[in-house]
Structures are given as structure tokens and as C-alpha cells.
């Protein structure tokens, strides 16, 4: 089965040879998902950024940044359709969610809507918000056979006057690509604002975040733009900004969405001056289209030939529409049953094998995530399943 999965397998991207990283030669790394990657001349670029600052952050800080920090705005918004006017540099995705539930204040706590494959701190967050009516959960059970599936289920769970409703755009454990605009057309319809979290889209995705029309838009640049941890956003419609406001409220908390958004205190900036390095570095040496087309194509063969090795399947069944640049695959019952905990089993994996992938827990089961960057190979994807099978079958007593 895995020979004839693998002719499914895209040919390398030219170019992409390991050394425009800093990965170990020894290391299978199947894991940008969870905190990205970044590419060697984009490191520079942000080297250079810290030197400047370092020489006299007086100077870098309060006569430079904010003219820098706005052309960065206008090249991130632009790359991801969004207006940027709404649009203001954050942390990280799971900041800018908590930026939005404590603006929202006591609205928050009357209740808030999640799906079951929230990611853990953003359900955490939205639990601690709405400590007073709960978080209701929308049931979704894995496999997904259809998009329109996911779209039934926020439907139904939706209730008159919902406060807020929580929205994935890609699940985080469990690598599912959603329908967000056909979601948040219900709940426009309904008067139900919308929060898309958005952790994993930029960058896997061709995003056009105002055609979207959710009220809020939280996202990650570390990702899959490979920019420097600490580079997120929070986008916000215009109907909101006048009450949205960063976490840290310093000298612009009272003036304009993007006066409170540009000064947040002392802090590194140079994550976010790194973002046009970041987008353009992939622009020029693959192209956009082609770099998520590719991903995709990775994901897809992988996903079927880990499924095909253990007998199982993907959290996408419909064919590969929902998948991106990342695929979680169900694992065998035996490998919870022999571990207990499934970041002991993720780590076993590693120390014993070098090999990096996710392991989630969702539907009863656990599953296998890996997720592509240009520099991964087929043969990372048959070593990752030799190691997780000889895990499974061999666990450290």
C-alpha cells in the first residue's frame, strides 16, 4: 500500500534544500505547526532589527518604529485582504482572543460558543471569560465526511442571542480547514458576532480576511509566514474598534484603534518589523501559490499513506477539501492504551527516533498530526511511520 500511495507524493520544491533552515541534519521535523520555522535570511533580517535596537533603542524605538511598524502593517494586511485600518500586531493568536474577551466584558460572561476542536488555550480562555453561563461546545465527531457538515453543526448549536461564537478556521489538533465565511454568514444573519481564530491560516491559506465578514480575526505570522515567534494579529471590523484594545494599555489606550495598538508598552517590535522579510522571502524564492499548492499535496499523500500503514483514517473523509498544510491521522487504539499520556507518547517518538510530529486527543481517539514545510522529503514521512509503529509496538517499560 505505502508504494502505491507514494506516487502521490509531489516532487521537492527546487531549492529547498535544509540549509535555508536551522535544522539538525538528524531530525525529522514534521511540526511547524506548532511554532513554525523560520528561514535563515529572515533570522537576518531580524538580527539586523535587534542590532539597530540594541545601538540606541531610544532612537529605534520612539523616532523609527512607528514608521516602520505602519509599512509593516500595510504589507501584512495587504497579503492577507484585510483592512488595515483594523488591523494591529499582537504576541500571538491566543493574546488576541483574550483582547477580544475582555472587551467584550460582561457580554462575555452571559456565554460563549466554541467547537469541540478548539484549541486548548483559546477554550481555557473563553471558559475562564464566561465563568458566569458556561461554554457551550459545538459536537463535531471525527471523521469530517463534508464541509456542509460543519456548517449543520454550528447551526444547530446556535442559540438567540449567542454572545459570541468562537470560530477555528484550521483546528489546530485535529487539521481540518473550515468553511468560516458560510459559518459566519449564519451567525451574521442571526446578530451573532464572530471570532475566527485563525492561529493557522495565514500563510497555508490564501486568506481575504473582509470577505470573510467576521467581527474579529486573530492570527499567527509564526506559522506557516515563518516569521519570528511573536508575531501575531488581532483584526477587527470597524463596528468594534472603538472597544477593542490590546492587552497592555499604555500612552494610545484612549486614542484610535491604531494608536492603541502601535505603543504597547516596552517591548520587542522586531517580530513584527520581520513579517514583510518573512512574506517576501517565500515570494521570491517559490511563490505563494505554489509553496500552499505544494504543502497540500504533502499533507494529502501523507495523511493517506500513515492512514493506509495503520488501518485507519484522516480527520478530512472528504477526499482532501478540508486539508492544508498539515493532516491528522487516527492512531491505534494500542498506542493510548500503551502510554496513558499522549505527549509522553509524542516525546517517546522524538528521543527515540528524532522525529517530530503531534500527537492530539479528539473523538476518543488520538491522532497523528504532521504538518509540511518545503524542506520535508516522502522518506520524513516513512521514517515518521516506522517510528510511531515501532513505539506502538515496542514502549519503554
Not at 517591548?267 to 521570491?284: F, G, K, M, N, Q
Not at 481517539?365 to 509540511?372: D, G, I
Not at 516513512?382 to 506502538?392: L, M, T, Y
Request: hydrophobic share 45%.
Amino acid at each position: 500500500m505505502r508504494d502505491t500511495v507514494s506516487c502521490m507524493f509531489p516532487d521537492p520544491l527546487p531549492d529547498s534544500e535544509r540549509s535555508l533552515w536551522s535544522l539538525p541534519d538528524d531530525w525529522v521535523f514534521l511540526n511547524p505547526g506548532s511554532f513554525g520555522l523560520r528561514l535563515q535570511e529572515v533570522q537576518a533580517a531580524r538580527l539586523e532589527l535587534l542590532a539597530e535596537f540594541e545601538c540606541q533603542p531610544v532612537a529605534f524605538l520612539e523616532r523609527h518604529a512607528s514608521d516602520l511598524l505602519s509599512e509593516a502593517i500595510q504589507v501584512a494586511s495587504s497579503f492577507l485582504g484585510a483592512d488595515p485600518g483594523g488591523f494591529g500586531f499582537v504576541t500571538n493568536a491566543t493574546e488576541a482572543i483574550d483582547a477580544v474577551l475582555a472587551g467584550l466584558g460582561s457580554r462575555a460572561a452571559e456565554g460563549v460558543l466554541i467547537g469541540e476542536q478548539a484549541y486548548g488555550a483559546v477554550a481555557a480562555a473563553a471558559n475562564y471569560a464566561a465563568a458566569e453561563a458556561g461554554v457551550r461546545v459545538v459536537p463535531l465527531s471525527l471523521p469530517v465526511a463534508d464541509p456542509s457538515d460543519i456548517v449543520a453543526a454550528w447551526e444547530r448549536a446556535l442559540w438567540p442571542g449567542t454572545p459570541l461564537a468562537i470560530v477555528d478556521h484550521v483546528t489546530s489538533g485535529t487539521a481540518l480547514v473550515q468553511p468560516v465565511a458560510q459559518i459566519v454568514a449564519i451567525c451574521r444573519d442571526r446578530g451573532i458576532p464572530v471570532l475566527i481564530d485563525g492561529a493557522h491560516a495565514p500563510g497555508m491559506l490564501d486568506l481575504q480576511i473582509d470577505e470573510i465578514g467576521a467581527d474579529w480575526y486573530a492570527g499567527n505570522l509564526h506559522k506557516w509566514i515563518g516569521a519570528p515567534s511573536g508575531a501575531g494579529f488581532l483584526w477587527t471590523a470597524e463596528q468594534h474598534r472603538a472597544a477593542t484594545r490590546p492587552l497592555a494599555a499604555s500612552h494610545g489606550v484612549l486614542g484610535s484603534y491604531e494608536e492603541a495598538f502601535m505603543w504597547q508598552g516596552t517591548r520587542d517590535v522586531t517580530p513584527w518589523l520581520s513579517v514583510p522579510a518573512a512574506i517576501a522571502a517565500v515570494e521570491h524564492r517559490w511563490g505563494w501559490p505554489t509553496l500552499r499548492g505544494w504543502q497540500q499535496k504533502m499533507a494529502s499523500a501523507a495523511g493517506q499513506q500513515m492512514a493506509a500503514a495503520f488501518g485507519t483514517e484522516t480527520s478530512d473523509g472528504s477526499g482532501g477539501d478540508m486539508t492544508g498544510a498539515l493532516v491528522s491521522v487516527r492512531l491505534p487504539e494500542m498506542a493510548c492504551e500503551q502510554y496513558g499520556d499522549r505527549f509522553a507518547f509524542r516525546d517517546e517518538i522524538a528521543l527515540r527516533h528524532r522525529v517530530e510530529i503531534a500527537i492530539d486527543d479528539s473523538s476518543g481517539c488520538w491522532w497523528a498530526r504532521m504538518s509540511f514545510g518545503a524542506w520535508n522529503r516522502k522518506e520524513d514521512v516513512d521514517r515518521a511511520i516506522d517510528a510511531v509503529r515501532e513505539c506502538i509496538d515496542s514502549p519503554r517499560k
